[in-house]
């Protein structure tokens, strides 16, 4: 079955520590991988995709077959990255996007 | 460009009614997609349409349709309602691309609550 799993449902973390995100996937064959963001009040939005490979915002996701993992990272995190992530995988039909459940970033000061 | 505008914002039906959502893609967006959000089952693929035609479909139960027209705009309808439908209903829209993923720019929502 195709799946997306966020174990943590909140992170807190206070601003200039590490970040990191999880998410773990159930797919046969070969994944493409989504960061979604949902800042308070605004829409949901691309974060970053695997295949481009980019850092956005500061943020990274490595996609670990291995591990079946496409984990968000960033070194330092700032008060504006409070937010909702979603990982998200593409299924293979068009456009269709299976999202994990969130976690909720809260970046103290 | 105008981002994906969805009407009506909010909502609020009673059990049995049906109800339509509405959405109007980025202008040269020709692909339109409906998720159903809800705090239990989190975002859920509803279906997808391009030129009018429904290319993708979740797994949701018949009481759940939609359907494109000419200038992309999209609409979804939900007929017997159930409290259980009680959810944000996002759009998105995307251009049509190489591949069979094309990245998603998604509306504001339309938050329906059945009572």
């Known amino acids: 079955a195709q799946r997306v799993t966020q174990p943590e449902k909140l992170l807190s973390v206070f601003k200039g520590a590490p970040v990191e995100l999880k998410c773990n996937y159930s797919y046969s064959g070969s994944p493409e991988l989504f960061w979604y963001v949902q800042y308070s009040r605004q829409r949901l939005q691309l974060l970053l995709r695997h295949i481009s490979r980019e850092s956005i915002k500061g943020f990274t996701a490595d996609l670990n077959k291995g591990e079946t993992s496409f984990h968000l990272k960033k070194p330092f995190a700032q008060e504006e990255d409070s937010a909702m992530y979603y990982c998200a995988l593409f299924s293979g039909g068009y456009n269709k996007l299976i999202f994990g459940a969130g976690t909720r970033l809260a970046v103290h000061p | 460009k105008a981002g994906v505008t969805q009407t009506p914002r909010y909502l609020i039906k009673t059990r049995g009614q049906q109800v339509t959502l509405s959405c109007s893609p980025i202008s040269g967006h020709r692909s339109v997609s409906w998720y159903q959000q809800t705090p239990g089952q989190g975002l859920q693929f509803l279906f997808e349409?391009?030129?009018?035609?429904?290319?993708n479909k979740g797994n949701f139960p018949g009481r759940f349709s939609g359907r494109q027209f000419s200038n992309s705009r999209s609409e979804m309808n939900v007929s017997t309602l159930e409290l259980g439908d009680s959810a944000l209903y996002l759009c998105?829209?995307?251009?049509?691309?190489?591949?069979?993923?094309?990245?998603?720019?998604f509306g504001p929502g339309t938050r329906l609550t059945v009572l």
């Open positions: 998105a829209s995307s251009m049509p691309g190489a591949g069979a993923y094309n990245e998603q720019f």
């Open positions: 349409y391009f030129s009018e035609t429904q290319r």
